[in-house]
């Protein structure tokens, strides 16, 4: 399968469509037609096989979670996704593999309406860099910068199941089980995260910060934090838990799934006291849940506390490239 | 080096200022306005270690050329410059070879005025993924498609040299060289391609199809044709030499890397007759020649032919990955 096979192979499984594509797949660049007025939101996210998922993970579960990780930043701003580019190194051009990864990355295009409208593809270690662009109106998308003192901290979700998933992959030794552990439904939570698109859209003009939960809740809230100048504080006993996260691990577990894990893709968001029910309202109309886990303050760093405003110690951060 | 300090290296160094990003590098995504009523030109190129490039490459180098080959691509589309988002894949944060490459990105970067508003960094094996964006008036942008039989071909500056300083890389015993070799200046042309951005500008509206040379004149040529529904003819002496690449290989040898050799990135137009002292007119204001080389014809491929019009054999393809 020669180079150009391959690229037709790629255009053909993840056609999606749109009118502002004016020249898509096979020239020097794209050429694309932004919406008049809006801002345009671009990002891009690199997944290496062995760093960020094991050596065999299924192809379809690679090429959904290469677009989920890039569509997930998109929510995070609160953009519309419109086209994406697909840069993809393999060891070796197998047609069985680039089938399975084009359909997850396929699938996830179309529920999104996002067209690929470009890329490359290489020899060498298995590397997938996606870019999104996506819209909005000019002033409306979500920032990090915009949190205020006072702010409550909501979270979409059940943080820590994606770290749950993962500690079921690595052997299930690690697991302090409570009873018969989901393993599929964790699995599915860490290979398939769902991008809260909607949910982003539906928050512009009430959230005042987001960030999406890719390196842990409590890493990337301090982000927001940092960001907006503020200290932040997250009370333990307020986090959401689903029945699969509690029969996994023990109460210690889940706090670390929970706040030092990654790959989990909820949004984290500010909102004033005001807006919470109708954040929550705008939630339960995409199909999710906020919940209220504690407040931005005056200060820097996030603090864990229990009910009674205790300290709780945790591992000190989610994860991190590079960190010896 | 954590990945925060490392992000935090790359902004410092490859700052470039642009009064159209809203937001840059440290939020979910960069926020851009696009150029009201100009389409956007988007494209993504990958250079992997081993594969792109030796493993002891200068970072330097490296960093140049990473952005020096996407800018090709903006070039070949007459798009002007405006916005890139660099994914580095990095066995280890080695804060030297950082620097190095992010001063070579910069020193590309800041003569075409192009602004690095996001990416990512990741541990894996050595592997660059660049995303650059462009402006072009609506209908301006030069395609693949556009060419018309008995247009002229015409390609910029003196390809082959990068295929020769490739080969001066590999070891002099591959060289036929019929004199002192200019090594330094072949490498510079293989490691520090020059991309043809003010000529691509110039060309808009001259020219009526155009390739960036990357693969090899021959096969990058067979893309326009074939995109045009045509053929095209090589006429083999008329193919521009320089000193350089004369004392660096006999004839043969030349022929190959001229046509079969790649990393050129020099640009190969389509022009009607009557345009072609124009665009060599707007070729020289630009600084660099081009040169009238053949025509295209009714038919299909390429072909190769000395000055009497007899067949000229030669390698079939130019530089493919996955051909076994």
Redesign the interface.
């Known amino acids: 399968?020669?180079?150009?096979a391959?690229i037709e192979e790629i255009r053909r499984r993840c056609a999606v469509p749109r009118a502002d594509v004016?020249?898509g797949i096979?020239?020097?660049?794209?050429?694309?037609?932004?919406r008049?007025g809006s801002?345009?939101?671009?990002?891009?996210?690199?997944?290496?096989a062995?760093?960020?998922f094991p050596a065999g993970t299924a192809p379809f579960d690679i090429g959904w979670k290469s677009l989920a990780v890039n569509l997930?930043?998109?929510a995070?701003?609160g953009?519309e996704p419109a086209?994406a580019?697909l840069?993809l190194?393999?060891p070796?051009?197998d047609a069985d593999w680039l089938a399975g990864f084009c359909d997850g990355f396929a699938a996830l295009a179309r529920q999104h309406g996002i067209a690929l409208?470009?890329?490359?593809?290489?020899?060498?270690?298995l590397?997938i860099?996606v870019?999104?662009?996506?819209f909005?109106p000019p002033g409306a998308?979500l920032?990090?910068?915009g949190a205020r003192a006072g702010d409550r901290i909501l979270v979409s979700g059940i943080p820590g199941e994606a770290a749950a998933g993962l500690t079921c992959l690595l052997g299930s030794a690690l697991l302090h089980a409570a009873g018969p552990v989901d393993r599929d439904y964790l699995l599915e939570r860490l290979q398939r995260p769902i991008p809260r698109v909607a949910l982003g859209l539906a928050l512009r003009g009430i959230a005042s910060a987001?960030?999406?939960i890719s390196d842990g809740l409590r890493q990337d809230l301090g982000h927001i934090a940092a960001?907006s100048g503020l200290g932040a504080v997250i009370v333990t006993d307020r986090l959401p838990h689903s029945e699969a996260l509690q029969r996994a691990g023990d109460a210690d577990q889940r706090l670390r799934w929970q706040l030092a894990g990654g790959d989990d893709y909820e949004l984290c968001i500010a909102v004033p006291p005001a807006r919470v029910a109708a954040a929550q309202a705008a939630a339960a109309d995409c199909g999710t849940v906020l919940t209220d886990i504690g407040a931005f303050e005056e200060g820097d760093g996030v603090r864990i506390v229990d009910a009674a405003g205790a300290d709780v110690a945790l591992p000190r951060s989610g994860w991190?490239?590079?960190?010896a």
Do not use: N
């Open positions: 399968m020669g180079e150009f391959l004016i020249l096979g020239d020097d660049a794209a050429l694309l037609q932004p008049a801002e345009l939101a671009v990002s891009t996210d690199t997944l290496v062995g760093v960020h997930s930043d998109l995070a701003m953009a086209w580019l840069a190194s393999l070796a051009a409208v470009g890329g490359d593809t290489t020899r060498g270690p590397t860099t870019t999104v662009h996506g909005a998308a920032r990090r910068d987001a960030i999406d960001r991190e490239h590079f960190v």
